[in-house]
């Protein structure tokens, strides 16, 4: 199975996928001579990338194996929402070291909650003993259409101040490093499918939060679209939004009807203490029946957009989450209603409509893979190899 090149950065692209291996496996894995592996291993232990263990033979004398060290650098990552932040300092394996969650508000705009992220991110460096030279990236998923080349926001259309603002370019200068911006829902599908879903290919994540995205795993990897703007089906027509206003400007949107604020809006002109979409979620807890039989429809609304996804897709599994979804039974219930009523059976026989983990953490788990997909791929180790070479010189 000689499919690789020895270069070091294939190396290393072996030791994270699995198990230790021995210096004679990975010679054979990439049929390059020992003596090349083991030079290409010696950069990489220098590296501080790489580590020895000892590997148990079954019968004879334990031989060195080598492994990857996860530990070696930290990522930092954000899963950022309209009116909630998730974030964590992780492992190179995108295990969460340390992290915080509470309210931010994204409507005070950059210069106010980049400053905020930062701060909090130097916090949960020092609670994991660890420093900003420490920080191999920063991933961040925002509410938003992000360019995702660019690490820019483009006309998102609720957050007032984002409108091109350079996010990534403000991180990589806090940090000194490279710093990767997506969509919130694309990192929520990321995080989800690799901790939950890691047989699954095709999968669409929806986030029912303020508003509503989705994030599209197709063949294993994200789908971001031309320019970003894939999966923003918060603002796909539905006539079971009754032609109602949204705040994207058109009306008819599946947002104006089943997004968070839509639902605290037409609570409140029914005279309900509903000012915020945590607001709906007490009302539901609380068993408020208005509220329930309004789910259910938010739910069906939503339903029949993923019917027309479904029939694009194909997906295997449909993964509900963010603050409305988490409520449950009458959203699930409504979306499965609608999905399995218009969906093809072709389509939709195998298909699974589940609700997320709801460990809370995915979407930061999403992030901090953008970041190690970014500074781990071969060729970007090549790079700080050979920068590391030449410092020694
Ligand atoms: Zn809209």
Not at 36 to 44: F, I, P
Not at 90 to 104: M, P
Not at 319 to 324: A, D, K, N, Y
Request: contains cysteine; proline residues 5%.
């Amino acid at each position: 199975m000689a499919t690789r090149s020895g270069k070091a950065g294939d190396i290393l692209a072996i030791l994270r996928e699995g198990s230790p291996r021995t210096r004679s496996e990975l010679a054979a894995l990439t049929g390059q001579a020992r003596s090349t592996v083991g030079q290409r291993l010696q950069e990489l232990i220098a590296a501080g990338l790489v580590g020895e263990t000892l590997h148990a033979n079954t019968g004879g004398r334990p031989s060195t194996a080598y492994t990857f060290l996860g530990h070696s650098q930290v990522a930092l990552a954000a899963d950022v929402g309209v009116h909630h932040a998730v974030l964590a300092v992780t492992t190179l394996r995108a295990e969460v070291i340390e992290h915080w969650s509470g309210v931010i508000d994204i409507a005070d705009g950059p210069g106010v909650v980049v400053p905020a992220i930062i701060e909090r991110f130097l916090q949960l460096l020092s609670q994991a003993g660890r420093d900003a030279g420490d920080v191999a990236g920063v991933g961040i998923g925002l509410p938003g259409p992000v360019e995702f080349e660019t690490g820019r926001l483009i006309s998102p259309p609720i957050m007032p101040g984002w409108d091109g603002y350079d996010v990534a370019g403000a991180f990589t200068r806090a940090f000194g490093c490279p710093a990767l911006v997506d969509n919130d829902a694309n990192v929520l599908a990321i995080g989800e499918q690799l901790s939950r879903w890691p047989d699954v290919r095709n999968m669409i994540y929806l986030k029912i939060g303020a508003g509503i995205g989705a994030g599209i795993i197709v063949n294993g990897a994200i789908c971001r679209g031309a320019r970003g703007a894939a999966g923003d089906i918060g603002h796909v027509y539905t006539s079971l939004a009754e032609d109602r206003p949204c705040r994207c400007g058109n009306r008819g949107c599946v947002e104006a009807v089943a997004g968070g604020e839509a639902l605290a809006a037409t609570l409140a002109a029914k005279g309900l203490p509903a000012k915020t979409p945590a607001d709906v979620v007490a009302l539901a807890r609380a068993g408020n029946l208005e509220t329930t039989h309004l789910l259910r429809e938010a739910g069906r609304a939503v339903g029949s957009v993923l019917a027309t996804c479904i029939a694009i897709l194909n997906p295997e599994v449909i993964v509900l989450g963010g603050e409305i979804a988490e409520i449950g039974e009458p959203v699930i219930a409504g979306v499965r209603e609608n999905v399995y009523r218009r969906a093809l059976p072709m389509a939709s026989q195998h298909l699974q409509v589940v609700q997320a983990s709801g460990r809370g953490l995915e979407g930061v788990v999403g992030a901090a893979h953008l970041v190690l997909a970014e500074v781990l791929r071969p060729e970007a180790v090549e790079h700080t190899l050979s920068a590391l070479t030449v410092v020694d010189d």
